[in-house]
């Protein structure tokens, strides 16, 4: 599809600076540099997770190394964080026959779920026998276990594999220079999705519907443009 537009120009590898986005001379610039994983002052965990070589992950990270979890019969992975990200890690490695423990702040697993898919996760926690701890508080991270505590006291969480999920926070790296640059040279700029705040995948659909509104307003579609695009009512 990219191919097939030549009004569309493709830059990967290259990370937006004042210098590289006023080269480009834009009448819109639209910041859609989504969200990373929110890392709360816990000891052990900047030193551990994300390691090279180590066995503490971020979502992010996970996801860049889904081949090294290609198999994971019998491993024990314990997942810090019981909501959707957190449940997802649950049922990747679940299905792929892993030992699963689940940590949770929270008195319940999904709370954050519409009540289908909390439904759906709960019956696969069930299911695959998953080891729960609710109102379970993370204290500290090593290369091999979580320490946590409740109110049955402190204790450690072995595992094979560690996973924090304890959210996401808006990736804004480098846009306050860049909104400086296009507020002085009279340049309109949004900010959209997650790096505007870390929700769900409908907001960042429908605020991305909204840079079409935008450039209508700008005159930069035509009308016969603007009448193929479909009005997202949600």
């Known amino acids: 599809r990219i191919a097939s537009l030549d009004n569309l120009m493709l830059q990967v590898g290259r ?15 639209v910041n859609a ?18 390691v090279e070589g180590g066995n503490v992950f971020s ?13 994971a019969t019998g491993k ?27 940590i949770e702040m929270q008195d319940a697993p999904g709370r954050d779920l519409d009540i289908i898919t909390k439904n759906a996760m709960l019956t696969m926690l069930d299911e695959h026998h ?11 991270v090593t290369p091999t276990h979580f320490t946590v505590k409740n109110a049955d006291g402190t204790f450690d969480i ?21 909104e400086q640059w296009a507020r002085a040279n009279n340049v309109k700029i949004m900010n959209i999705g997650d790096s505007l705040m870390a929700r769900r995948i409908i907001d960042g659909v429908r605020e991305g519907r909204n840079v079409l509104d935008t450039l209508e307003d700008m005159g930069a579609l035509g009308n016969r443009e603007s009448t193929k695009i479909p009005f997202l009512t949600y």
């Open 130 to 140: 998953v080891e729960q701890h609710m109102r379970t508080q993370l204290v500290a």
């Open 15 to 29: 990370r937006a600076t004042v210098a590289s986005v006023s080269a480009l001379r834009p009448d819109l610039i």
């Open 33 to 50: 540099t989504g969200s990373v994983p929110l890392l709360p002052p816990i000891e052990g965990l900047r030193e551990n997770i994300d």
């Open 158 to 178: 072995p595992f094979d594999y560690g996973f924090v999920c304890l959210g996401m926070r808006a990736n804004t790296a480098g846009l306050t220079e860049i």
């Open 76 to 102: 024990r992975i314990a997942v810090v964080g019981a909501g959707a990200v957190g449940l997802d890690v649950i049922e990747y490695f679940s299905a792929r026959g892993a030992s699963a423990v689940l």
């Open 59 to 71: 979502i992010t990270n996970m996801i860049h190394h889904l081949d090294q979890f290609a198999d």
